[in-house]
C-alpha cells in the first residue's frame, strides 16, 4: 500500500503528521479503490488538486450495503457485517489485514483506560451477540482475552448472575468495565440496583426498537442513578470503522490521533461547518487503509472548541444503526 508503514499510522502525534499521513492515504485509495475511484469520476473531481483534507470528497457509507470497498485485489481475511434489522439491507466492511484492527482498537482502548490487563471485562451485548460477524463483539472479545482476568466474559440474559458479579468484584476492589448495549443496560439498572465503587459502566449505544427511545442525556442519567456510578461512559464505533471514539462523561467523544471528524453542512455536503455548528459527521479514519478512510455518515453532531464532538442523532430516513442513541438531546 502508498508506501506508508502501518505503524505510522498509529504512530501520529499531531496534526501536520496526521495531514501527511491522511492526503498520502487518499492518493494511494483514490487510485486503488475501485468504487472511490468511480466515485471521484462521478465527481469529476481530480485526485492530484488535493492539498488540504477538506478538499477531499467523502463515500456516503451508504456504498458499503451495495457495493465492495476495498483497495486492489488483496485477499480478504474477515467480513464484518452492521447488525440491521429484519429485511434490512446490512453495510459490510471487508478486512484483508484484521492485525490493522486490533491494533487500532487495542491502542485506542489503552490511551484512554491504560493498560488493559488491570481491567476485569464485561459485555453485555446480546444483540450483537445474534449476529456472529460483527465488529463490536470481535473487539469485545479479543479485549476480554488482552485482560486476562479470570472472571472477564460475555452475559446474555443472565442478568442476576452479572449483577452479583459485578457486585462482588466492586466489593473486592477490582477495576471493572461493563460493555453494553442501551437496552440490555437498562434491564439490569432496572431489576439489579446498586451502588458501584470501582465499576466503569459503557453503553455502545442502540435501543434497536426493544424500549423506548431516550435521549443520551436521560439514558446516562437513569443508568447513573441506578447503578451509582457518577458518569456513563460512550462507545462510538460502527461496522464501516476500524477505530473507535470514547466519552467518559455527557456524550462528549475523543478520538485517538489516527481518526478525525469534521462537520459537514447538511445542505451543501463539500462545504464543512466551523465548531459549535450541527450538522453531518464525516470521519477520517486512517486505520481503514485498505478499505476507505474518508466516511460520509448519516450521523448529526457538532464539534466543540477541545476537539470533543457530541453526537445529536440521526439524518431523515436513514437506517437504524445499532452503535448509537437515535435521538437528539
Not at 470503522?241 to 462528549?252: I, P, T
Request: proline share 3%.
Amino acid at each position: 500500500m502508498c508506501n506508508l508503514n502501518i505503524d505510522n499510522i498509529f504512530a501520529i502525534q499531531d496534526r501536520y503528521q496526521f495531514n501527511d499521513i491522511a492526503i498520502k492515504i487518499f492518493n494511494y485509495q483514490a487510485k486503488h479503490n475501485p468504487v472511490y475511484k468511480a466515485y471521484l469520476s462521478y465527481l469529476k473531481f481530480n485526485p492530484t488538486s488535493v492539498s488540504e483534507l477538506k478538499q477531499i470528497p467523502f463515500l456516503p457509507i451508504e456504498f458499503f450495503k451495495t457495493h465492495k470497498i476495498i483497495c486492489g485485489n488483496k485477499k480478504i481475511q474477515k467480513t464484518f457485517f452492521s447488525s440491521g434489522t429484519t429485511g434490512m439491507q446490512r453495510s459490510n466492511h471487508h478486512i484483508t489485514d484484521i492485525s490493522v484492527y486490533e491494533k487500532s482498537f487495542s491502542l485506542a482502548f489503552e490511551m484512554k483506560y491504560g493498560n488493559i490487563q488491570n481491567y476485569c471485562i464485561l459485555a453485555l451485548l446480546p444483540t450483537y451477540l445474534e449476529n456472529e460477524s460483527s465488529s463490536l463483539v470481535y473487539m469485545v472479545n479479543h479485549l476480554i482475552k488482552q485482560s486476562g482476568h479470570n472472571d472477564s466474559g460475555f452475559y446474555l440474559d443472565n442478568l442476576d448472575q452479572l449483577a452479583k458479579k459485578l457486585k462482588t468484584l466492586d466489593e473486592d476492589n477490582h477495576k471493572v468495565i461493563l460493555i453494553g448495549v442501551s437496552y440490555a443496560l437498562i434491564d439490569l439498572a432496572k431489576n439489579y440496583p446498586m451502588n458501584l465503587q470501582n465499576t466503569v459502566i459503557m453503553e455502545t449505544g442502540g435501543m434497536k426498537g426493544k424500549r423506548k427511545e431516550l435521549t443520551k442525556a436521560e439514558l446516562h442519567q437513569f443508568l447513573a442513578s441506578k447503578l451509582g456510578v457518577k458518569n456513563i461512559h460512550s462507545e462510538y464505533g460502527m461496522t464501516e470503522l476500524l477505530s473507535q471514539a470514547y466519552s467518559e462523561q455527557k456524550g462528549r467523544f475523543s478520538t485517538p490521533p489516527w481518526m478525525k471528524i469534521l462537520i459537514r453542512d447538511t445542505y451543501d455536503p463539500f462545504t464543512f461547518l466551523e465548531k459549535g455548528k450541527s450538522g453531518g459527521i464525516n470521519i477520517i479514519d486512517l486505520a481503514n487503509v485498505n478499505s476507505c478512510s474518508f466516511i460520509e455518515t448519516k450521523d448529526l453532531g457538532k464539534i466543540y472548541n477541545d476537539n470533543t464532538f457530541e453526537i445529536l442523532g440521526r439524518l431523515d430516513n436513514s437506517d437504524i444503526r445499532g452503535c448509537n442513541l437515535l435521538v437528539a438531546d
